[in-house]
């Protein structure tokens, strides 16, 4: 197997299917989602969603919308009000799930006090991977995103385009099936937009699924193979690229959001 950069590196487990089969389970299966924070306020209300296995699926809307709940419900660190959700069929509070889910979060959410090296096999170590293999993959994942010369230096030392590539790396380092990325190149230059984008197609094609949020609307049109426009904890509409811009004669997926989700008078 090719990377995505050129590379050698294994990106998946041999063992992770990558076929776009319609006989397995989704990825992702999200169904009566409610939340209802402290105080009253609902992030979330009755939200359906269903991602096929091998989807590169794109979630756009507004700050506010329920992008983060949502996420944050899938991956166990929200609790739900109500409604039920699966990863592979598994419920998402599992082991099982949580094994097959990857999240690179907005945030650089690394510890301060462990090596570069550390933070990414400690993180395997999570996920039950034996400290062999964990240094393995690390080193795979090092040479990948060309963190391998820092592997020893600490996360507060490095330039904030390579805290991004860390913690995409430390995502991968379980062989996720279902790879989150939220906001994955918020604050980035070109060069490193374009790098992650060569990362992120490569491992679709090689059997990955992605869930991306991102405000970089034309980020979502040139990578996701569908869309879906959430706005005021609510899927309003989703489809192809194509099939939105036919269904709202637009140019592109920029003048489907604004009349979708920033237009007054849109019925929810």
Known sequence: MVDPLGGPAPLVSPAAPSSRSGGNPPALRVEGLRKTYEGGFTAVSGLDLEIPDGAFFGLLGPNGAGKTTLIGSVCNIVRPTAGSLSVFGHDHRGRQARRLLGLAAQE???????????????????????RKAAARRADELLALFRLDDKADRRAYELSGGMQRRLVLARALMHHPRLLILDEPTAGVDVELRSEIWRVVKGLNAAGT??????????????????????????????????SLRERYAARDISEVYDRVITAEGVAS
Not at 219 to 232: F, G, K, P, S, V
């Open 108 to 130: 650089i959410n690394v510890d301060r006090f462990l090596s570069i090296r550390q933070i990414l096999v400690y993180h395997a170590g999570y996920h039950g991977i034996g």
């Open 209 to 242: 699924t992605i869930l991306l949020t991102t405000h970089y609307l034309e980020e979502a049109e040139t990578l996701c193979d569908e869309i879906a426009l959430l706005r005021a904890g609510r899927i309003v509409d989703r489809g192809t690229s194509a």
